[in-house]
């Protein structure tokens, strides 16, 4: 919660009409909930069932400002305008998601964003075979396993996803780091800031 509320989902960076893609529980709003810069806030969460989850973390949280959340696709957001949104947050969603759905939904986010607007990003990552091959070989071998207990999660590049992005985004910057869990399995993962 500490990399997630204090570097990734910052104040100074989550700011104005605020879209979160893959909202799940609402585990996001303690990172958000005192957040004064935020105007309002619709998460996108294909599986209804979540919402109930999202809902409490409201009332939990106190959530002051306005909430929608929708069941769309973020590939396919058609009740958002284009150029509407300040921020997109988004986090371990990518990793959930098949082929080609990650690339459609990285273009998608850029047509909703407004000029200068930025997403923001954590996500897990396939360890690299060259600085970590024993997790790496891990990682493939239980990827069957992992993704019905991770929500659909699959160990992926996630940073080629990013590069594609690069001829689309006017800014694309992300940093491989470690997140501080026990489990060396999900323990790599990416953070980065995509600005259109
Ligand atoms: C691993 S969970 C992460 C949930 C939450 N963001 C977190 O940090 O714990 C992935 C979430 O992405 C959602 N998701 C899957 N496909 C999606 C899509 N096409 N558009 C938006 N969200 C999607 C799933 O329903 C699930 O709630």
Redesign the pocket.
Known sequence: MNLRCNEVLSHSRIHGHVLE?????G??FACLHNNTRIIDYTG????YH?HYYANAATDRWNIPFKVRLSTN???NMTDIESNSIDTII????L???PDP?PKQ?LIEAHRVLRSGGELHLLEHVLSDPNVKPITNSFQKLIEPIWTIV????RFIPTGNYLDEMKTVYSKVNYENIEIPVPLLLIKDAIKGVLIK
């Open positions: 893609i893959g909202t799940g529980t585990i996001n996108i969460e294909p599986n979540m696709s973020a590939t988004m986090t371990f969603v990793c959930s998601i759905l939904l991770g929500d659909g999660c």
